[in-house]
């Protein structure tokens, strides 16, 4: 089975940073696209970023475009989202998944049914 594993979040100040990172077992890593997706209280898991199986696609969701940063590292079956210039509307539960196409982590819908237990990042006003 498919394991994910989050870790890095914590407590900012607008305007500060963390780095969030994911490591993901059971499957051949290098074949699979990865995407982060948040999930504040009382709303839906939405999409936030995805990186492509080879590294040379990303893309991001509007409001985080010039802040967040998507990147991979294949040999240690990790993916990593850098974000910066925090803002309170940021605050949420961060996960990460994996599918075969780009579309599917853009709807929300990963190669496989399970979710990791993600990570809290909470931005101070």
């Known amino acids: 089975q498919v394991q994910l594993v989050e870790s890095g979040g914590g407590l900012v100040q607008t305007g500060g940073s963390l780095r969030l990172s994911c490591v993901i077992s059971?499957?051949?890593?290098?074949?699979?696209?990865m995407g982060w997706f948040r999930q504040a209280p009382g709303k839906e898991r939405e999409f936030v970023a995805l990186i492509g199986w080879s590294g040379g696609t990303t893309y991001y969701r509007d409001s985080v475009k010039g802040r967040f940063t998507i990147s991979r590292d294949n040999a240690n079956n990790t993916v990593y989202l850098q974000m910066n210039s925090l803002k309170p509307e940021d605050t949420a539960v961060y996960y990460c998944?994996?599918?075969?196409?780009?579309?599917?982590?853009?709807?929300?819908?990963?190669?496989?049914?399970?979710w990791g237990q993600g990570t809290q990042v909470t931005v101070s006003s």
């Open positions: 059971g499957l051949t890593f290098s074949g699979y696209h």
């Open positions: 998944n994996t599918a075969r196409y780009t579309n599917d982590l853009i709807r929300g819908r990963p190669e496989f049914g399970s």
